[in-house]
């Protein structure tokens, strides 16, 4: 299984909405991260998480919450959320907190209304 | 300043042909990596290729090579008989250590069209 799973692929919610975006990996990797991408830009490194705990948080508004419960599953909890927070984002995940092969999942397309 | 360059916006080429993209980057790391990803429209990000820093040879992945010239800090990518399906946006990306972990750092991309 060489797949990162994201759910859902399509999520609409409201400015005072709580929503979470999920992404599992059963590769074994040790190393999981959260991406941001606006339309026709670069993705932008959000959270990166190794062996289970948080190694890096690019200054990210505290209305996104990262979790990770075990070494398989990323979450990414979703409060108060403003229109220029719809994205694209994106979950990856390598072999442990090195990016010598990062394997993306297909991303969760996020609307706020 | 840690940056990658992408200074070609958009490129087009003709099925069967060979295209370059061009990357440059700067950084102040001595061990890192490099890598060319490759975002179809389905939007997820693939691996094309990978080139470690100190290996002097230039990687090669079927019908994609890179010219990596160190001291110039270039990377480009070159793409061999194009086919329909490498049409995407093509980001170029190194590695950067920040507190223990690495990151990727990403150019902007080039948006590739393979006509028929």
């Known amino acids: 299984d060489t797949e990162v799973t994201q759910t859902p692929k399509h999520l609409v919610m409201g400015m005072t909405n709580k929503k979470s975006l999920k992404c599992e990996q059963h590769?074994?990797?040790?190393?999981m991260y959260w991406y941001k991408q606006k339309a026709k830009k670069p993705p932008e490194l959000m959270f990166v998480?190794?062996?289970?705990?948080?190694?890096i948080n690019e200054s990210v508004p505290s209305r996104f919450s990262p979790e990770c419960p075990n070494s398989s599953l990323l979450n990414l909890h979703l409060h108060a959320l403003q229109p220029e927070d719809s994205a694209l984002y994106l979950c990856?995940?390598?072999?442990?907190?090195?990016?010598?092969?990062?394997?993306f999942g297909s991303g969760t397309q996020l609307s706020v209304l | 300043a840690q940056t990658v360059t992408q200074s070609q916006p958009e490129m087009s080429v003709q099925e069967a042909e060979t295209v370059t993209l061009s990357c440059t980057y700067d950084?102040?790391?001595?061990?890192?990596?490099l890598f060319w990803y490759k975002q179809p429209p389905s939007r997820q990000m693939i691996l094309v290729i990978r080139q470690e820093a100190y290996k002097q040879q230039n990687a090669t992945e079927n019908r994609f090579s890179v010219n990596f010239q160190k001291a110039a800090k270039s990377f480009s990518l070159k793409i061999s008989d194009s086919q329909l399906g490498d049409t995407a946006m093509y980001f170029c990306a190194f590695t950067l250590t920040q507190g223990g972990s690495e990151k990727l750092v990403f150019g902007k991309g080039t948006k590739l069209t393979v006509n028929p």
């Open positions: 998480y190794s062996y289970e705990k948080l190694s």
């Open positions: 990856a995940s390598s072999h442990r907190d090195s990016n010598e092969k990062l394997f």
């Open positions: 590769m074994g990797h040790r190393a």
């Open positions: 950084t102040s790391e001595s061990n890192y990596y």
